[in-house]
């Protein structure tokens, strides 16, 4: 079975700060997705980013760049130039691309400080 | 935003009542999903849908059902509502084309009383 840890429940930064999310999975699948979604209190769940298992590379998205850790199974998410509007839930989420779920971790509440 | 659609965005309703959530997307998706997530909490994956006349369910155990008649449309039933039904559904959809991102309505906040 997969699972998805996060081990920050809850988490602060500057504005401007730079902050970083931890997700770990566990898995015995050599191909699969991985990615961070955000949740806004009361607004939708919006994808962040998503990286492939097979490609090497980091993903970025702007200001949200991964270390993406195969061997070891990690998976953060780490914003730069923390703004006001990056307060959310975060959610880490695995897949397999011939899979029927996602799995999702129990989510890392962020709270960006003026 | 993804075009995806969820009615009513808030119900409170009382004990016993039947009522289904509306789940509908415009992006050809031919997979969908239904969350349950309490405030603050983890998701959790109640059922999901292949395609037209495919239902499944996951993980957690629900009273609810779904149908899939059209590929567009997912709605969510209770036949009848209890206050352990109180939280959040969550709609979603996702395409193999798209490295199975899912994309998710705006969420039905459900209290029963």
């Known amino acids: 079975a997969q699972t998805v840890t996060q081990s920050q429940p809850e988490m602060s930064v500057q504005e401007a700060e730079t902050v970083t999310l931890s997700c770990t999975y566990d898995?015995?699948?050599?191909?699969?997705?991985l990615f961070w979604y955000k949740q806004p209190p009361s607004r939708q769940m919006i994808l962040v980013i998503r990286?492939?298992?097979?490609?090497?590379q980091n993903a970025t998205e702007n200001r949200f760049s991964v270390n993406f850790q195969k061997a070891a199974k990690s998976f953060s998410l780490k914003i730069s130039d923390s703004q006001l509007g990056d307060t959310a839930m975060y959610f880490c989420?695995?897949?397999?691309?011939?899979?029927?779920?996602?799995?999702f971790g129990t989510g890392t509440s962020l709270t960006v400080i003026p | 935003e993804a075009d995806i659609y969820q009615t009513p965005r808030y119900l409170v309703i009382g004990t016993g009542k039947k009522i289904t959530l509306e789940c509908s997307q415009t992006?050809?998706?031919?997979?969908m999903y239904w969350y349950q997530q309490d405030p603050g909490m983890e998701l959790h994956l109640i059922h999901y849908?292949?395609?037209?006349?495919?239902?499944e369910k996951g993980d957690l155990s629900s009273e609810s059902t779904v149908s899939r008649i059209r590929t567009e449309h997912f709605p969510l039933t209770l036949e009848s509502a209890r206050p352990s039904h109180t939280s959040q559904y969550l709609c979603?959809?996702?395409?193999?084309?798209?490295?199975?991102?899912?994309?998710f309505g705006p969420g039905t906040r459900l209290l029963v009383l």
């Open positions: 979603a959809s996702s395409q193999s084309w798209e490295q199975e991102t899912q994309y």
């Open positions: 898995t015995s699948e050599n191909n699969y997705y």
């Open positions: 990286q492939e298992a097979y490609k090497q």
């Open positions: 989420a695995f897949m397999k691309p011939t899979g029927n779920q996602f799995y």
């Open positions: 992006m050809g998706h031919d997979k």
């Open positions: 849908s292949y395609g037209v006349n495919s239902t």
